[in-house]
């Protein structure tokens, strides 16, 4: 039986892109096309593995990918003049990227100022010194960060000369109460030492799934405290 999770703050194919060309340090004006749809279908892919439901905008993004990595790999027009190389293909995508993250940019440096003041006011009869709301100094964590640290794990975990020579049958509401009693008992734990235990790929799916629905449930937030760091669960 497959177990279908449908997180609401997908950010989008945009996103992820933006987020494999900033993990990869590339220009977003001289994007490796090649290399950024190769992970993007691989992200894909894994997202399918674990019966995440993928957008039809997603899908789009991947056959638009494709269509730019064919583009690029055609030989160009042949020219008398030498630096007529013809129209980038890639040259709507880094203009859509390029407006995305001036937008996006912004609404982050909004959500992090102040409520007080800014969704939150005073009526003007509180004393005179009013301690401000400080906003969290952790980044949340995107699910397309996650399934990065998924495939990681699976990366590491998995031993080529390990045989399932019967089927596992592992209860997901298990692995929640394990999770949920986790963290109860420690300030934070790493997204890693979730899947120390872990040998097969069904184990490390089951874990990931249980995972995504304590988050889903309010129990628990996932962050990181610096850029690219280490992935952090807590306790809400």
Request: aromatic share 6%; proline share 4%; glycine share 4%.
């Amino acid at each position: 039986m497959h177990y279908e999770v449908k997180l609401e703050n997908f950010e989008g194919p945009l996103d992820l892109l933006l987020y494999l060309v900033n993990r990869n340090e590339v220009s977003i004006l001289d994007i490796p096309i090649a290399l950024i749809t190769d992970q993007y279908l691989e992200t894909l892919r894994l997202a399918q593995s674990v019966n995440l439901e993928i957008a039809g905008e997603y899908l789009l993004m991947a056959s638009y990918l494709t269509q730019i990595k064919s583009a690029c790999l055609l030989p160009s027009a042949s020219s008398d003049d030498p630096e007529d190389v013809g129209e980038d293909p890639r040259q709507e995508l880094i203009a859509h990227l390029l407006e995305y993250k001036r937008y996006r940019d912004v609404s982050r440096l909004l959500d992090s100022s102040p409520l007080l003041g800014r969704e939150v006011f005073g009526r003007g009869c509180y004393p005179e010194h009013i301690e401000q709301i400080e906003s969290r100094p952790n980044m949340e964590v995107s699910l397309n960060e996650l399934l990065e640290a998924l495939k990681d794990v699976i990366d590491r975990t998995l031993r080529p000369d390990l045989i399932v020579v019967e089927p596992e049958t592992l209860a997901i509401k298990d692995k929640i109460i394990l999770i949920i009693d986790l963290i109860s008992r420690n300030k934070w734990v790493t997204f890693r030492s979730l899947f120390e235990d872990e040998l097969t790929r069904v184990q490390i799916v089951t874990t990931f799934l249980a995972l995504l629905e304590v988050v889903k449930m309010g129990a628990a937030r996932i962050y990181q405290d610096t850029a690219f760091g280490a992935i952090l669960i807590s306790r809400r």
